[in-house]
């Protein structure tokens, strides 16, 4: 047993020796990454999210399943239990969307925090839902929202993070789509230099010269952050892929890389979604993705 104590801010003035003599000192180690608390200098066991009751990290491997947006109460009934269904402990949707055209369908709202909780409760199950003003935490609050969704979009919105960690519930912080790792853990250092470090890193595909798909899965990055960084990482194959067939061989490579779990958009009607319908699993389809991954081992847990 051994006790860590970071100090954080200005250190450059800090005489490492006097901390040294005093007693119970072992050892001091100067961290020279420009994000503290996220590193794994700071931290050497693995972060475990505790998702009212579903864990996330450590040996666990979790699948969050459901739609790009909550659009009805029907959709999101049959949503939870095909997400039930298939074995996953876990739900996602969006009730407000950070859409790129302002034209395009821009969520259902406040009324969607509530179908999407009575929907996820019938099983029993977490809710993620994105955040992107501070002025509706309260919704959030009354909806009794279990994690808290920072977009891509919102990667570098430090008043919005910060806002949101306050609340100490766990928050899923996706990577900008055109930040760099570092730009990634000072993000999420935010969340923790606010005393929360319940939080769910995304790797959810980035920006490069290939035009060939919507964004690239950055799996460098995800197998770094596993070594530089002591938080969770899932991976998003949907918002990386933009297409529903490449979704499950994206999964397989994000978990055999090491992902501590992924987040998978389903529809019960692609077709007629109102987000990100291309990218969208059916409950089949979904079902089937799981399959292959309890036939693969790959949920089973890590060493
Ligand atoms: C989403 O999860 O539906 C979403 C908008 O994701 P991102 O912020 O990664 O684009
Ligand atoms: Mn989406």
Same mark, same amino acid.
């Given at each position: 047993?051994?006790?860590?104590?970071?100090?954080?801010?200005?250190?450059?003035?800090?005489?490492?020796?006097?901390?040294?003599?005093?007693?119970?000192?072992?050892?001091?180690?100067?961290?020279?990454?420009?994000?503290?608390?996220?590193?794994?200098?700071?931290?050497?066991?693995?972060?475990?999210?505790?998702?009212?009751?579903?864990?996330?990290?450590?040996?666990?491997?979790?699948?969050?399943?459901?739609?790009?947006?909550?659009?009805?109460?029907?959709?999101?009934?049959?949503?939870?239990?095909?997400?039930?269904?298939?074995?996953?402990?876990?739900?996602?949707?969006?009730?407000?969307?950070?859409?790129?055209?302002?034209?395009?369908?821009?969520?259902?709202?406040?009324?969607?925090?509530?179908?999407?909780?009575?929907?996820?409760?019938?099983?029993?199950?977490?809710?993620?839902?994105?955040?992107?003003?501070?002025?509706?935490?309260?919704?959030?609050?009354?909806?009794?929202?279990?994690?808290?969704?920072?977009?891509?979009?919102?990667?570098?919105?430090? *008043?919005?993070?910060?806002? &949101?960690?306050?609340?100490?519930?766990?928050?899923? +912080?996706?990577? !900008?789509?055109? =930040? /760099?790792?570092?730009?990634?853990?000072?993000?999420?250092?935010?969340?923790?230099?606010?005393?929360?470090?319940?939080?769910?890193?995304?790797?959810?595909?980035?920006?490069?010269?290939?035009?060939?798909?919507?964004?690239?899965?950055?799996?460098?990055?995800?197998?770094?952050?596993?070594?530089?960084?002591?938080?969770?990482?899932?991976? *998003?194959?949907?918002?990386? &892929?933009?297409?529903?067939?490449?979704?499950?061989? +994206?999964?397989? !490579?994000?978990? =055999? /890389?090491?992902?501590?779990?992924?987040?998978?958009?389903?529809?019960?009607?692609?077709?007629?979604?109102?987000?990100?319908?291309?990218?969208?699993?059916?409950?089949?389809?979904?079902?089937?993705?799981?399959?292959?991954?309890?036939?693969?081992?790959?949920?089973?847990?890590?060493?």
């Amino acid at each position: 047993a051994r006790t860590i104590i970071g100090a954080v801010g200005d250190v450059s003035k800090i005489d490492t020796k006097l901390i040294d003599a005093l007693p119970g000192v072992e050892q001091i180690i100067r961290i020279l990454k420009p994000y503290k608390i996220v590193s794994r200098e700071s931290h050497e066991q693995n972060t475990i999210i505790d998702i009212s009751g579903v864990p996330l990290g450590g040996s666990t491997v979790q699948v969050i399943g459901g739609p790009c947006s909550v659009e009805t109460q029907e959709q999101m009934d049959l949503s939870a239990k095909a997400v039930a269904d298939a074995g996953c402990k876990l739900m996602r949707g969006g009730a407000f969307k950070p859409r790129t055209s302002p034209y395009s369908f821009q969520g259902v709202g406040v009324e969607g925090l509530s179908m999407f909780r009575n929907a996820a409760s019938k099983y029993n199950l977490p809710i993620v839902t994105e955040l992107m003003d501070v002025r509706m935490l309260d919704a959030f609050l009354e909806n009794d929202v279990d994690v808290i969704q920072i977009g891509t979009r919102n990667m570098q919105n430090f *008043d919005l993070i910060k806002k &949101a960690a306050q609340l100490g519930r766990p928050i899923l +912080l996706k990577r !900008g789509m055109s =930040a /760099t790792v570092e730009e990634f853990l000072l993000a999420a250092e935010y969340c923790l230099n606010e005393g929360n470090d319940q939080v769910v890193l995304c790797e959810r595909g980035i920006r490069t010269f290939e035009q060939s798909t919507r964004n690239i899965l950055d799996l460098n990055s995800l197998a770094l952050i596993k070594e530089t960084s002591h938080l969770p990482i899932i991976a *998003d194959p949907s918002h990386a &892929a933009g297409r529903y067939d490449l979704v499950t061989p +994206l999964a397989i !490579g994000a978990l =055999a /890389t090491g992902a501590d779990g992924i987040i998978v958009e389903v529809h019960n009607k692609p077709d007629e979604a109102l987000s990100d319908g291309k990218q969208s699993l059916t409950p089949e389809s979904f079902a089937d993705m799981m399959k292959q991954l309890k036939d693969m081992h790959i949920l089973n847990g890590k060493a």
